[in-house]
């Protein structure tokens, strides 16, 4: 009877020590994953809409496409292309009753990366920029005067301010953010209409993770479930019912 009593304390041993070693092994590869998606390098594309903010009778919107990568997890790096919305100036040439105008620039952007979690993300982007205003002439009937174009010598823009975003899945995010944004400018006119504060509304795509997603979705999975293993969220206890072959407990 003692020897009995003695395999089944063995046997309840045994399987604490499996199932102990089991959730230390996958704990270290959890470990692992985690940080090789986290620190890797990432290449993002971003599309975004800028406009003016607090400035009584100034209303300058912006378009924006930022192309770069985030590497190290802290850093981003990338460059940058805008275009406005086309604006009305005033002619002070006879011929011209007024001019349809726009800012059109490119340049250079970094990001300081301070939380970039599954779901959510924060940075502290800053741009320099060369820009120049492209100004097409009007008639009184509001026909282009081709001859009378003309373009405004270059200048530099400098921006900088803060963004959050949602991460609405493992590729696409939703950004939204506040800034400042300074011209370089010998024009008092450009000065007054681009020296402005303003925020911004964005749409942020990760092309690498998104090639993952469709070619290297094992990769994925798993990453997931490292993530996902000690979480009590919704979106957690819903992929672990959808996997639950992923899970020894």
């Given at each position: 009877?003692?020897?009995?009593?003695?395999f089944?304390?063995m046997g309840?041993?045994?399987?604490g020590?499996?199932?102990?070693y089991?959730?230390?092994?996958?704990s270290?590869?959890?470990?692992?994953?985690l940080?090789y998606?986290?620190?890797?390098?990432?290449?993002?594309?971003?599309?975004?809409h800028?406009?003016?903010?607090?400035?009584?009778?100034?209303?300058?919107k912006?378009?924006?496409?930022r192309?770069?990568?985030?590497?190290?997890?802290?850093y981003?790096?990338?460059?940058?292309?805008?275009?406005?919305?086309?604006?009305?100036?005033?002619?002070?040439?006879?011929?011209?009753?007024?001019?349809?105008?726009?800012?059109?620039g490119?340049?250079?952007?970094?990001?300081?990366?301070?939380?970039?979690t599954?779901?959510f993300?924060?940075?502290?982007?800053?741009?320099?920029?060369?820009?120049?205003v492209?100004?097409?002439?009007?008639?009184?009937?509001?026909?282009?005067?081709q001859?009378f174009?003309?373009f405004?010598d270059?200048?530099?823009?400098?921006?900088?301010?803060?963004?959050?975003?949602?991460?609405?899945n493992?590729w696409l995010?939703?950004?939204?953010g506040?800034?400042?944004?300074?011209?370089?400018?010998?024009?008092q006119?450009?000065?007054?209409?681009f020296?402005?504060?303003?925020?911004?509304?964005?749409?942020?795509?990760?092309?690498?993770?998104?090639?993952?997603?469709?070619?290297?979705?094992?990769?994925v999975?798993?990453?997931?479930?490292?993530?996902f293993?000690?979480k009590?969220?919704?979106?957690?206890?819903?992929?672990?019912?959808r996997?639950?072959?992923?899970?020894?407990?």
């Amino acid at each position: 009877m003692k020897w009995w009593l003695l395999f089944i304390a063995m046997g309840y041993a045994s399987l604490g020590w499996s199932q102990n070693y089991t959730s230390e092994r996958d704990s270290i590869e959890d470990a692992e994953i985690l940080h090789y998606f986290k620190y890797r390098t990432k290449l993002q594309f971003r599309i975004g809409h800028e406009r003016t903010l607090l400035n009584t009778g100034v209303n300058v919107k912006l378009n924006t496409f930022r192309l770069g990568l985030q590497f190290k997890y802290r850093y981003k790096f990338g460059v940058i292309a805008f275009v406005s919305k086309r604006y009305n100036t005033v002619s002070q040439v006879p011929e011209v009753n007024y001019y349809k105008s726009a800012i059109v620039g490119f340049g250079i952007y970094g990001e300081y990366v301070f939380i970039d979690t599954y779901r959510f993300y924060l940075g502290a982007p800053v741009s320099f920029s060369s820009a120049r205003v492209k100004s097409l002439a009007q008639d009184n009937s509001d026909n282009p005067l081709q001859q009378f174009d003309k373009f405004s010598d270059r200048f530099n823009v400098f921006s900088m301010g803060v963004t959050g975003g949602y991460n609405i899945n493992y590729w696409l995010t939703l950004s939204a953010g506040l800034g400042y944004r300074y011209t370089y400018s010998t024009q008092q006119g450009e000065r007054n209409r681009f020296n402005t504060p303003f925020y911004s509304l964005g749409l942020k795509w990760r092309f690498g993770q998104f090639v993952e997603t469709i070619f290297q979705h094992k990769k994925v999975v798993r990453m997931k479930q490292a993530y996902f293993r000690n979480k009590d969220t919704w979106r957690a206890n819903t992929f672990r019912k959808r996997h639950r072959e992923l899970y020894h407990d």
